[in-house]
T-cell receptor, first 113, second 105 residues
């Protein structure tokens, strides 16, 4: 089954404790991205990757890091989480062109205390 | 940079009433996509519009792309409880804030 998976689905952590949210897709998609969703603000792009070893900042990259060492994986790293990073996070992927639909993972609800 | 504005933010309707959400961009869009997110779920692709003035239909849903390719709308005829969710428009790399639709049976 074609899908995007994220782990963990839920996470409660404390300020400053490094964490990684994994994202994996099995559709051989070139493009992957991370979004955060906050009430009233919709989906805001954090980082995206056009292909292996190619990443770029989205609209809200501060406090986040990503890597793309393999085509299928695109982890999101929070080196020193803060309470304002409490949010619902979605990973998404699509085939290369802009005109292709994005497939979203199930989401990761992160709470930073 | 490109902004995609979506209104209204919320809409509550009685089942059977129509619903429309509007999306406006500050710049011309090469394409626009629409997604639906059910409560507790993740966004799911509905449709893409590419051509100026394009109109597409999916059963009770009608999607339009403006002549200037700066605005789009999604219209649902005779809403049902299964239509509940948040509808997002998306230009390349940028999503609108979404319209949350609730339907009273």
């Amino acid at each position: 089954e074609a899908q995007v998976t994220q782990n963990p689905r839920y996470l409660i952590t404390v300020t400053g404790k490094k964490l990684t949210v994994t994202c994996s897709q099995n559709m051989n998609h070139e493009y992957m991205s991370w979004y955060r969703q906050d009430p009233g603000l919709g989906l805001r792009q954090i980082y995206y990757s056009m292909n292996v070893e190619v990443t770029d900042k989205g609209d809200v990259p501060e406090g986040y890091k990503v890597s793309r060492k393999e085509k299928r994986n695109f982890p999101l790293i929070l080196e020193s989480p803060s309470p304002n990073q409490t949010s619902l996070y979605f990973c998404a992927s699509r085939a290369g062109g802009l005109f292709n639909e994005q497939f979203f993972g199930p989401g990761t609800r992160l709470t930073v205390l | 940079g490109q902004q995609v504005m979506q209104i209204p933010q919320y809409q509550h309707v009685q089942e059977g009433e129509d619903f429309t959400t509007y999306c406006n961009s500050s710049t011309t869009l090469s394409n626009i996509q629409w997604y639906k997110q059910r409560p507790g779920g993740h966004p799911v692709f509905l449709i893409q519009l590419v051509k100026s003035g394009e109109v597409k239909k999916q059963k009770r849903l009608t999607f339009q792309f403006g002549e200037a390719k700066k605005n789009s709308s999604l219209h649902i005829t005779a809403t049902q409880t299964t239509d509940v969710g948040t509808y997002f428009c998306a230009g390349p790399g940028r999503f609108g804030a979404g319209t949350r639709l609730t339907v009273k049976p």
